[in-house]
C-alpha cells in the first residue's frame, strides 16, 4: 500500500489529531451547538406568561375554557388557592350507572387551571365548592349560574359526564363567556 508523500497532511480517522486540518469550532458554532442540546434535553426556556408569584403572565382567555371530569375529589393546594366560593343554591344528581363525577377543572388551553369544582361526597345537604385559583369574580356571576343550572336541570340530569357537576362545569364556563 503506497503511502502519498506530499506536504500536505492527509485526513484519515486513524491520523492522530496533529494531523488534522479542521480548525476548531467557532464560538458561532459552539453557541448552536449549546442551544440545540439543550433543547433535545429539554431544558425550559423563559417565557413571558410565567406562573411565579409577582410574575407577569398573559390575559385570561375565558372564551375557550376546557373541563377536565375526574371521579375523585381533587382539593387544590392552598398556595394556589385565591379564594373559595361556595355555590348556594346548586345541586347536582347523582348518574344512573358508573361513579360520580366528584370534581371538574376548568383550564385553558396552555393547561392554565382557572378553577376547581368539587362536588360533596356523600350528602345533598354540602354545598358546591369552587377553588378560584385565578382572577376571577365568581361572586357577582352567580345568579346567572344559578340561572343556567336551573334551565339545564342539573339538579335531576343523571346523564354520564354531562349531568351532574359536569352540567354545572358546562354552566359555569358558559357564564365565564358572558
Not at 398573559?58 to 375554557?65: F, G, K, N, R
Not at 344512573?96 to 361526597?121: F, K
Amino acid at each position: 500500500m503506497a503511502h502519498n508523500t506530499s506536504s500536505a497532511p492527509q485526513i484519515f480517522p486513524h491520523a492522530p489529531i496533529s494531523e488534522r486540518t479542521r480548525p476548531a469550532a467557532s464560538p458561532f458554532e459552539l453557541t448552536v451547538l449549546c442551544i440545540a442540546i439543550l433543547g433535545m434535553i429539554g431544558i425550559p426556556w423563559p417565557s413571558h406568561a410565567l406562573d411565579g408569584q409577582g410574575e407577569a403572565r398573559e390575559p385570561l382567555d375565558l372564551s375557550s375554557l376546557n373541563i377536565r371530569l375526574s371521579s375523585k375529589a381533587i382539593r387544590p393546594p392552598d398556595d394556589l388557592v385565591k379564594k373559595v366560593v361556595v355555590l348556594q343554591g346548586i345541586r347536582v344528581a347523582r348518574p344512573l350507572t358508573g361513579d360520580p363525577t366528584r370534581a371538574a377543572i376548568l383550564e385553558d388551553d396552555t393547561r392554565r387551571r382557572v378553577l376547581v369544582l368539587s362536588a360533596p361526597q356523600d350528602s345533598a345537604d354540602e354545598q358546591i365548592l369552587a377553588y378560584v385559583l385565578d382572577d376571577l369574580d365568581l361572586e357577582d356571576q352567580l345568579p346567572q349560574l344559578t340561572a343556567c343550572s336551573n334551565r339545564r336541570q342539573c339538579a335531576t340530569d343523571r346523564t354520564p359526564g354531562v349531568g351532574g357537576l359536569g352540567c354545572v362545569a358546562f354552566c359555569l364556563v358558559e357564564t365565564l363567556r358572558k
